[in-house]
């Protein structure tokens, strides 16, 4: 299937006091039309980042994104604001990401007017209506502020601001972290059937691995700003071959009392991702690290088919051949 | 929130955003107490004519009933040439409100775009445009004031140019700081993101949502424009005599404090009531216009 989305080595590098920092290092990854890519990693590690990059909302500092066969990693504000109409975001935070001073329907009407997709006044109206139905939200809460709904309330007010331009891609960053697990599973079913629906490719950023098993067909991990492991999902569940997704898989608790398993418990700190040095950004803390993963950078390779990894050893580890 | 809390907010038709203002300023009292002085204050200014002649009653001199206390034909009694205070109050209050509001209409709009500008771009715009206000901030406003009014010389326009310049600092420091604070929230990414200009998203996202200290400074201002104009005409820059003006009055008055209370009392009286009104009403606008805290 024709890649809706290709992102080739892209860097963004942060500015601080400190030195730069390596926010999103070389990563490279296709999307499907109509598939999801979930995206998954610890908290610092850039995953945020890289969805802000593709969606201009940060400057990329190197590399390229390239969407439906556009190059379009320097084109110009104007030309990306067009863009927006086919590239959307569902934010992590439904309390922040909504403008208290409007009220449900003026946030999901702003985009409209933003990029004048229907001029009549009725019909917008009846686009904000329908879209709010859609996303499940009943319409006597058209005048109501944001401040007055749920947390569940406010996410479906995300979404349908999000769907109101008929996107195809939409970056979800962590759309169900801030919500009740009860709630998650409305708002991510939903999501799964907006997607069948309109047929949206969905780029799902969560740090949450049961949320992406459930959601994704492919998975990218990401560890301090790089790509680690990148499959199918169902192949990175069953068979993670990358030290940390290993610790990171054995971390899902199972609700099972006869289940035994073998936790991996990692040790030490996050390296800072300011002025990293070269080698493997997870030697410090990896079990099977040797002398030379911490002044050789690994390289991302195919170790088995559709299934890449960035490891040493990656071979011997799994013993494969 | 409950499903009927919501049912109870959303049960009403559709109304504009300033009608759900107006409804919770008037559930507190004390704003619309505040709003009652200040709406007579305006009223007995907007009508002065009808009320005391302004020729005859509030500037022409009768010495034959001078410094006389309030009685039937002059309620607040007279002022040391025999003018009707009450008639000099009344029309002071014309220039007093029209000076206060326009001086800090004036104030809010440079300030303001100053400190949105500074607080929206950063960096250098930044830099420039507040260390210019800190060197407004040093001189002392009344003073800047008088040196203002001294170099255009005195007029009514000037004093509220005055008064007006002087007081920008204040309110482009409030706006920048709640711009700062605004900028970096995520539905102003959110704007972004779904494509709103710089324009768009100062308008509608950052502006409505720092409206609340601006309101208040705004109408403490009010106040203090107006106590800069009686300081002013106090010491001879404002409006000139025999003009009726709060704080000339109060001027012309201090010399007879002992015999006649009343010829000082009553303007100092009508000043404190407007500031007093005014400070209610803001304190009340704020938490109106703040829908979080609908109760």
Redesign the interface.
Known sequence: MEPILQVKDLKKYFNTPKGLLHAVDGVTFNIDKGETLGVVGESGCGKSTLGRVILHLLESTDGQIIYEGEDITKINKDKFRELRNEMQIIFQDPFSSLNPRMTVSEIIREPIIIHKTIKDKKEIEKKVSSLMDTVGLAERLANTYPHELDGGRRQRIGIARALALNPSFIVCDEPVSALDVSIQAQVLNLMQDLQKELNLTYMFITHDLSVVKHISNDILVMYLGQLVEKSDAKDLFKNPLHPYTKALLSAIPVPSLKHKRERVLLKGELTSPINPKPGCRFAQRCVYAKENCHHDNPVIEEVLPGHFVSCHYVREINNLK | ?SDK???K????K??GQWSEVWRRLRRNKMAMLGLTIISIFILLALFADVIADYDEVAIKMNTSIRLQGPSKDHILGTDELGRDIFARIIHGARVSLQVGIIAVGIAIIIGGTLGAIAGFYGGKFDNIIMRAMDIFLAIPSILLAIAIVSALGTSMLNLMIAVGISSIPSYARIVRASVLSIKD???I?????????DT?IIL??II??SLAPIIVQGTLGVASAILSTAGLSFIGLGIQKPAPEWGAMLSSGKDFIRQSWHVTTFPGIAIMLTILSLNLLGDGLRDALD??L?Q
């Open positions: 929130m809390a919501v049912q907010n959303t049960s009403k559709k109304k929230q995520e539905y990414e959110a704007a972004r993101a779904i494509g709103a200009k768009r509608k996202h409505p949502n829908p979080r609908k």
